[in-house]
């Protein structure tokens, strides 16, 4: 990534992304790349944003996805600032910063990202290709609930889209997104039609 310490990088793609592959594959390493491609590209839209700590927040933010799912992103920041190899690049308050910013990517987050690197990294990890975020859920389902009938896992992704995605939903977002945008229209499109939703569904996922 542009302007990001080669050494941090090569750091990471050592030790933190080898990790990923113990995730679902909702969350695996192809979707904290979509984070960090998407977290640069927000940078723009703030000031003094430094991209160490942008990359390395985005890198970290699902690392304790298959540790515990409900409490991943607490976790993935203790793993972050317990990685004492991260003390070479960072300052002490650069690390609280990085920490926090994981802590806060969740969509259900109660309240607003502490740093505008919270707000980055939450607002680039929502989905923009709705076909992407129901093979993302069905592997969540898939890995997560595998006693689930077909027919129960189509009505937990229903559900889960209507409270994520819905015109109501909890997925927070903090900048300006044309893409985020268009796919919440989408998305909305699908939840007035329930009988639509599940026939997309189960044709993206080979139900």
């Given at each position: 990534m542009q302007n990001v310490n080669p050494e941090l990088i090569s750091y990471i793609q050592k030790y933190v992304f080898p990790q990923y592959e113990k995730n679902d594959g909702g969350h695996?390493?192809?979707?904290?790349e979509y984070v960090i491609r998407r977290s640069f590209t927000f940078a723009e839209q703030f000031e003094s944003i430094d991209a160490d700590m942008l990359y390395t927040a985005a890198a970290f933010h699902d690392i304790a996805h298959h540790i515990d799912k409900k409490n991943h992103e607490k976790l993935s920041a203790e793993i972050f600032f317990s990685t004492?190899?991260?003390?070479?690049?960072?300052?002490?308050?650069?690390?609280?910063?990085?920490k926090e910013a994981i802590e806060d990517h969740r969509a259900s987050l109660d309240g607003v990202p502490r740093s505008d690197y919270g707000k980055i990294i939450s607002s680039a990890d929502r989905s923009t290709d709705v076909d992407d975020f129901l093979r993302r859920t069905h592997a969540y389902t898939l890995k997560h609930f595998p006693a689930c009938t077909q027919e129960e896992a189509v009505s937990r992704a229903y559900t889960h889209t209507f409270e994520k995605y819905g015109e109501m939903g909890y997925a927070g977002h903090y900048v300006q997104d044309e893409e985020y945008s268009l796919f919440r229209e989408t998305v909305n499109s699908l939840l007035k039609d329930k009988e639509k939703?599940?026939?997309r569904y189960k044709e993206i996922n080979g139900i």
């Open positions: 695996s390493l192809d979707h904290v004492r190899e991260m003390e070479r690049f960072f300052t002490a308050e650069q690390r609280l910063t990085v939703f599940n026939e």
